[in-house]
């Protein structure tokens, strides 16, 4: 159990277009997922908590236009890159708290984004 | 603001050995929960250990195994007969308002 798929696994965009990554729990409510971006060799950079029902809460530094979030359902969250430039070029994690859990976050295999 | 250092970047062990990788970290709080995840070539993260900081007892899971510290905010994380299945990155974390502060990470190297 606890599995959180993401969709796509990997991308290739050209400079200017809009991606969207869906990142879903398959067998369990999550209100509260989470988007990480990971640089080669680095740890993960949490950029936003996305909460179902409401908007979502960005870090510092993180232009909340540029980066979509949208948590319609207990299930699926997804992170849309707007107007996508090749320094968005990145490995995209998320990750989904289980309400019913003790506090662990379980994580998709991630989305490498290559924006040409 | 909470912090979470792991000092050493990369650790190298001979397959079947054991490794210790170091954590510290700093809070000011007095119940939390710390974790360990691993990050294989795949980059999918894995749970390997996790610990709750009212617990005195440390965590074990089969080969992997903590030794946590409350009062010197250390956490290290001891791999016993080490596998070359083991061979990725390691990340310690700590989990504060439901977010996860990550330390820098330690790449362990399995040698055959």
């Known amino acids: 159990g606890a599995v959180v798929s993401q969709h796509p696994s990997w991308v290739i965009c050209k400079s200017g277009t809009s991606v969207k990554i869906e990142c879903r729990s398959l067998?369990?409510?999550?209100?509260?997922m989470f988007w990480y971006r990971q640089f080669p060799k680095q740890s993960l950079m949490l950029m936003a908590t996305s909460n179902e029902g409401s908007k979502a809460t960005y870090e510092q530094g993180v232009e909340k236009d540029k980066f979509l979030i949208n948590h319609a359902s207990l299930t699926l969250s997804t992170l849309t890159v707007t107007s996508a430039h090749p320094e968005d070029s990145s490995f995209y994690i998320c990750?989904?708290?289980?309400?019913?859990?003790?506090?662990?976050?379980?994580f998709g295999p991630g989305t490498r984004l290559t924006v040409l | 603001a909470q912090t979470v250092t792991q000092s050493q970047p990369e650790m190298s062990v001979q397959e079947a050995e054991t490794v210790t990788l170091s954590c510290t970290y700093d809070t000011s709080e007095s119940d939390y929960y710390l974790f360990w995840y691993k990050q294989p070539p795949s980059r999918q993260m894995i749970l390997v250990i996790r610990q709750e900081a009212y617990k005195q007892q440390n965590a074990t899971e089969n080969r992997f195994s903590v030794n946590f510290q409350k009062a010197a905010k250390s956490f290290s994380l001891k791999i016993s007969d080490s596998q070359l299945g083991d061979a990725a990155m390691y990340f310690c974390a700590f989990l504060s308002n439901y977010q996860l502060i990550w330390g820098a990470g330690t790449k362990l190297i399995i040698k055959p």
């Open positions: 067998d369990f409510q999550a209100t509260t």
């Open positions: 990750s989904a708290r289980w309400d019913r859990g003790n506090n662990e976050q379980f």
